[in-house]
Antibody, heavy 119, light 106 residues
């Protein structure tokens, strides 16, 4: 069974940094692309970033480019999101997700972790 | 950026009623994916590649469409279908979701 467990969220002041982790199990982590998707309170879903199976290719939405860094450690089956220069508009639940059967479609999602950016 | 507009934003359906949710793209996309999110839970992949049901999805659900217009249909509404449904395009970056359709029981 695919399991994704996010951690590292919390309350942080604007301009500060936070690093999210996503521990994966139940599948061969190194074979699949991974994604971060967020949802602001009472709002819809927003794609944040994606990374290829090897980690050699990364993709970001414009609003986080230069501030967020997606990375992975295939030996530890763990996905990361380093978030720097955080803004109030980054406040959201952050979900990690993995490809569905290698299709590239975010098919399996974690339970999410809350990040609150506030002074 | 491809903007996805979902309609209606909210709707209520009676048990047994046929339901159609729409997703309109600002530019042509190759296919559409749909997610179901129940209150307080993570989204679940529901329909992928426009018309393929994800594992465990009841066959009263179906998906169709092409180009800029896609839809998710429930042939006969059931109480367990109450949720918010989102469409997602992966044809070009940034990947974009629709704003969601909240489906309620009448």
């Amino acid at each position: 069974e695919v399991q994704l467990v996010e951690s590292g969220g919390g309350l942080v002041q604007p301009g500060r940094s936070l690093k999210l982790s996503c521990a994966a199990s139940g599948f061969t982590f190194s074979n699949y692309g991974m994604h971060w998707i967020r949802q602001a309170p009472t709002k819809g879903l927003e794609w944040v970033a994606s990374i290829s199976p090897s980690g050699g290719s990364t993709y970001y939405r414009d609003s986080v480019k230069g501030r967020f860094t997606i990375s992975r450690d295939n030996a530890k089956s763990t996905l990361y999101l380093q978030m720097d220069s955080l803004r109030s508009e980054d406040t959201a639940t952050y979900y990690c997700a993995t490809d569905f059967h290698g299709t590239g479609i975010p098919g399996y999602w974690g339970q999410g972790v809350m990040v609150t950016v506030s002074s | 950026e491809i903007v996805l507009t979902q309609s209606p934003t909210t709707m209520a359906a009676s048990p047994g009623e046929k339901v159609t949710l729409n997703c309109l793209a600002s530019s042509s996309v190759s296919y559409m994916n749909w997610y179901q999110q129940k209150s307080g839970a993570s989204p679940k992949l529901w329909i992928y590649g426009t018309s393929n049901l994800a594992s465990g999805v009841p066959n009263r659900f179906s998906g169709s469409g092409s180009g800029t217009s896609y839809s998710l249909t429930i042939s006969s509404m059931e109480a367990e279908d109450v949720a918010t449904y989102y469409c997602l395009q992966l044809s070009s970056y940034p990947w974009t979701f629709g704003g969601g359709t909240k489906l309620e029981l009448k």
